[in-house]
């Protein structure tokens, strides 16, 4: 029997073995940076000759790895491949499953520095937050595994006289599975471990900004003890490869996190049935959000100015939990501004590899252009600077945490999800209108609320329309298990990675009804004895 499950620690880098061992993790990955790294379909490498570089966000000109490009053809060759594997795999006992996710989770643990420091380098994680994905993967694998094991005890039926009845869950298919580069370990593995333990196969397409971490984490996969063909691997152009795999009339759902725009197109891609399509293809898509903070009259304002600085320039604000909007009561308005820019300015801006680095680059050139004419939009608007504004492109794509107050409802920074480090801060008269603000988005993923009035936080409970509300606390930080995360609205599916029907998404229940004779029972059990 498997023990009860617990939440991956965090490492203490204060103490100087971990900081030894981070640093010498860091210091192996620069020594493998700039290598080749091939498709694989049904365990078979693929190149194609035509490939596409993922670079360092911080030091631009530094290679992490080079990858094929993958064509229509192979595209089309991983689904067949992965159909075909599971005719096997969906009969492989529910426990074989969970205990490969078991065993991935150990080798995660074994390498889990060395992990962290690939993202280090390809997406420009502090040590802190690198180590915080690394450990959300590993919980990922252990609470999946579990939950299957959960899920393939039959449930309990009503019974009736004359009938053996029985429920189950089987999978679905083959998944497409495609990851965002935020948390290019967590996300990506949660998805593609889920898909696995519950009998599906997987195409998985990683990020083009996060590939490297996507293929060693592949390789563990394989150490694991994972049979060929049931993860295939594949990076290529998502107009060209991306959209053959989840048209493929083979494909049967796809989970899917990024950004709201591909969210739907993806979303509107599998609602059409192809020739020689069988069902309806399902999709879990998470899509981001615009996440405030609301603030209360007569709450420690130090604590809620720590949980809004952390909440929003963590990893750059480049989380779909971030917060860009602080809302805050008028009565407290001016004082929340000052400890918060007192805050901000203490962040050290820097390269990741420095383990005293608060936050570093943003993932890519795109990102930082777009993230720069927002700061320029948000003052354009009437906004009012009052923190960062600077960037600097030269080296690596480097954005200072940025603090605008006195934006308007329905200004642009107020209702765009910017995805890096700018904080919109914004005033309102009493906590009606707090509320309304915060509602007045199309998403609806986190949310915080500050404040001392028990009827206030019972109101939010109900109002506050987000899949994951944090009342006095910051609204980021989600742990696999005990906040089971997903939003609405634009924000998503309404699917709760790390909750308890997670799985669920990836299987479908079946009901099988034996008529039992009068007596037959009865006779099988003295034919048992």
């Known amino acids: 029997m498997q023990s ?6 965090y490492t203490d880098f204060s103490k100087e ?9 860091i210091e192996k990955v620069r020594g493998e940076l700039g290598r080749d790294y091939p498709l694989v379909v049904g365990g078979e490498r693929v190149t194609t000759g035509q490939t596409l570089e993922s670079v360092n966000p911080a030091k631009k000109t530094e290679v992490v790895g080079r990858f ?7 595209a089309r060759r991983a689904v067949e491949t992965a159909h075909q594997t ?4 969906r009969n492989t006992p529910p426990a074989e499953r969970a205990g490969l996710l078991f065993r991935v989770a150990g080798l995660l643990r074994e390498r889990r520095h060395e992990m962290s420091a690939w993202m280090v380098h390809e997406v420009g994680k502090t040590w802190a937050e690198a180590d915080g994905d690394t450990a959300e993967a590993i919980d990922f694998c252990d609470f999946y595994a579990r939950e299957m094991l959960r899920y393939a005890a039959p449930p309990l039926l009503v019974k009736i006289e004359g009938e053996d009845n029985r429920l189950e869950y089987i999978p679905l298919g083959v998944g497409v599975v495609i990851p965002p580069w935020n948390f290019p370990l967590a996300i990506m593995a949660g998805m593609t471990v889920a898909v696995v333990v519950t009998g599906n196969t997987v195409v998985l397409k990683p990020s083009s900004d996060a590939p490297t971490i996507a293929y060693k984490f592949f390789e563990i996969l394989e150490e694991a003890g994972m049979p060929p063909g049931v993860v295939n691997f594949m990076t290529g152009s998502g107009a060209e490869v991306g959209d053959m795999i989840v048209d493929h009339p083979l494909t049967r759902f796809v989970a899917f996190t990024g950004s709201k725009e591909i969210g739907l197109r993806i979303n509107e891609r599998a ?9 309806i293809k399902r999709v879990v898509a998470e899509m981001g959000g615009k996440d405030a903070i609301i603030v209360d009259s007569g709450v420690d304002l130090d604590d809620a100015a720590t949980g809004i600085v952390q909440a929003a ?3 750059q604000g480049q989380k779909c939990s971030a917060c860009s909007r602080a809302i805050i009561h008028t009565d407290v308005y001016e004082p929340m501004i000052e400890k918060i820019v007192e805050r901000t300015a203490k962040l050290k801006l820097g390269e990741p590899t420095d383990p005293t680095t608060s936050l570093s680059a943003v993932i890519n050139g795109k990102a930082f252009k777009t993230i720069t004419g927002y700061i320029e939009k948000g003052q354009a608007e009437g906004g009012r600077l009052v923190a960062g504004g600077g960037s600097d492109g030269e080296q690596g794509f480097f954005i200072e945490p940025t603090v605008i107050a006195d934006v308007k409802p329905g200004a642009t920074i107020e209702q765009e999800e910017i995805f890096g480090p700018v904080l919109a801060v914004i005033k309102a008269q009493d906590f009606d209108e707090a509320l309304r603000i915060a509602n007045n988005t199309e998403y609806g993923l986190t949310g915080a609320v500050y404040s001392n009035d028990p009827d206030k936080l019972e109101r939010a409970r109900r109002e506050f329309h987000v899949g994951n ?8 930080g989600a742990l696999v298990g005990v906040h089971p995360f997903g939003g609405f609205n634009m924000s998503g599916t309404d699917s709760k990675a790390g909750g308890p029907d997670y ?4 299987m479908q229940a079946k009901v099988t009804s034996l008529k039992v004779r009068p007596g037959e029972n009865e006779k099988q059990k003295r034919t048992a004895v």
């Open 68 to 74: 094929q490009k993958a064509t229509e053809e192979i």
């Open 313 to 315: 320039f963590g990893f």
């Open 503 to 506: 799985l669920g998404l990836f």
């Open 271 to 279: 609602a059409k049935v192809h020739q020689g399509q069988l069902w």
């Open 86 to 89: 599971f005719a096997s795999w």
């Open 4 to 9: 009860e499950f617990r939440n991956e620690s």
């Open 17 to 25: 073995e971990n900081a030894q061992a981070m640093r010498a993790a």
């Open 469 to 476: 509300l944090y009342l006095n606390r910051k609204c980021t």
